[in-house]
């Protein structure tokens, strides 16, 4: 057996003994990191540094929390809520770079890239083209599969410090197709997903209608993520991290970051609203990090990719689980206010108008598989993904400016990903390391 092939084998093994040793629930951890512990500024309220957040003032660091909006009101808020194995590949693949041209010239569609936004949208592609080299599209997919698997113990363990256990469930994701043609060419990644411990099977038409008895018939089966799950309200998820955080003393600086310098006693952080000592601090503020990284001499080639949901609080239909329609780009997800109907990809400027034509949308889709759906009162979202070209987030320090961190660039998954990537950023703190190697995340891949 190949030592890459072990590491696949023992990570999630090895994460769940990590788990065991570091699950630190409310205790206190302050005397055991006696020495230790630092002032860290975390720069971003949404899921991902409130994540962090938590899981650092666990650790015993001294906190501070800083955005220049209030926390959880970017793209976290409306996230799918889907908590997935299955997202391991790499976004660029042979038959998306024969479609661009296509793409480019469509108004609607699951997938658009607007105009204006094609000159940014080349580059990136010329970014993610590395990821069609198998070699380096296997190290993708083993690296994003050992976080996938070990993601959920790590959100467990947030929602225990936070009490939002009754918000995370684990009854598995369905992936359903009405065609039997794309259902047979998407097993070909049954062969990765099972290489990689993600455990999904089969299903043909009968046991979808079994699994979830709303869906239309007939449909030619589908895919079931045994370990896949979601979450039931994202947006409360992370306020009551942020809660957990206010209550335990950590400050909230509602201000714009501009710069961060090292001073004699450690970072300045410039902000909007006046300067900021630390001796670390963590950018994880999701697209908006992109700009500063670069500013403080990073690169950081980030994609706007803008995704849209629409809310059904009176759906007049019941799923017991996450389905996604890949034929259709989408996803519904049952939440604790309804049915949320997630998905599209309008890759775009950040700050230009939403259409939410494409959230309306995916009402007729979904009427289409969910017959009887209702759309009373249906509300859309529309919020900007922070999507780099290979599909990896990043994690690391950044070269030129020591003692700044930065985790970022989580794309479609980061709710999933967000407790397993507060541990890696621990790690790089002191704290105890996952159950696998996350050199791979680091920023230095693209220079």
């Keep these: ?58 650790d015993g660091h001294g906190v501070t929390l800083v955005d220049r909006d209030e926390p959880m009101s970017g793209c976290s808020a409306g996230n799918a809520g889907h908590l997935t194995e299955a997202n391991i590949f790499p976004p660029l693949s042979l038959e998306l770079l024969m479609q661009l041209p296509r793409l480019l010239l469509m108004r609607d569609g699951p997938v658009v890239v607007r105009p204006s936004y094609a000159l940014q949208m080349a580059a990136w592609v010329r970014r993610a083209l590395p990821t069609l080299n198998s070699d380096t599209k296997e190290q993708i997919v083993t690296t994003l599969a050992a976080m996938s698997l070990a993601a959920y113990e790590e959100l467990k363990l947030l929602a225990q410090i936070s009490g939002a256990e009754e918000l995370l469930h684990r009854d598995g994701a369905i992936y359903a197709f ?57 947006k409360e998820f992370g306020m009551r991290m942020f809660r957990k955080l206010a209550n335990a003393g950590v400050p909230f600086h509602k201000a714009r970051v501009d710069d961060v310098q090292r001073t004699g006693d450690g970072l300045r952080l410039t902000t909007s609203s006046g300067d900021l000592q630390a001796d670390k601090v963590v950018l994880c503020a999701g697209y908006g990090t992109g700009e500063l990284i670069r500013r403080l001499g990073g690169t950081a080639p980030l994609a706007s990719e803008r995704g849209y949901h629409l809310m059904l609080p009176q759906p007049s239909i019941a799923l017991r689980r996450p389905v996604a329609f890949p034929e259709h780009y989408f996803i519904a997800t049952p939440m604790d206010n309804g049915l949320r109907l997630g998905g599209t990809a309008e890759f775009c400027q950040p700050d230009a108008p939403p259409d939410y034509r494409r959230a309306h949308a995916m009402l007729g889709l979904v009427q289409q598989y969910l017959p009887g759906t209702s759309g009373t009162d249906a509300e859309p979202w529309m919020g900007v993904r922070p999507s780099l070209p290979d599909g990896l987030p990043t994690i690391g320090e950044l070269t030129k400016r020591p003692g700044v961190l930065y985790a970022f660039g989580h794309g479609h998954t980061g709710l999933t990903l967000s407790g397993i990537t507060a541990s890696c950023v621990s790690a790089l703190l002191g704290g105890s390391a996952p159950g696998f190697d996350f050199s791979p995340l680091d920023l230095k891949r693209f220079e």
């Design 1 to 58: 057996m190949s030592s890459s092939k072990r590491r696949r084998i023992l990570a999630p093994r090895l994460f769940s003994l990590t788990c065991v040793r570091t699950e630190m629930s409310d205790l206190k951890v302050a005397d055991k990191l006696s020495g230790q512990r630092q002032r860290v500024l975390v720069v971003g309220a949404g899921i991902i540094g409130l994540a962090v957040a938590l899981r650092l003032q666990q």
């Design 178 to 234: 009405r065609s039997l043609e794309a259902l047979d060419k998407k097993a070909a990644a049954l062969a990765v997903w099972q290489a990689n411990d993600v455990k999904v099977d089969r299903l043909d038409a009968d046991e979808l209608a079994e699994m979830e008895p709303a869906l239309c018939r007939p449909l030619a089966g589908g895919f079931f993520f045994r370990n896949s799950g979601r979450c039931s309200d994202p």
